[in-house]
């Protein structure tokens, strides 16, 4: 098989698996977002409040 080839077979096989593909509905996917916005502030805040203890800490150590 040609290189050509291979590679129309492939965009053929990648067009019907795309066809597969099953999206979100809107309400789902603004839900999503939301939750993986509030888990990304979560997170941060976190982070950024052990830093700020061990900053501290070293410094006192220090």
Known sequence: ???I???QQFMREVRAEAKKVVWPERKEAIQSTLMVLVMVIFVALFLWAVDGILGWLVQKVI
């Open 1 to 3: 098989m040609s290189r």
């Open 5 to 7: 080839a291979a590679a």
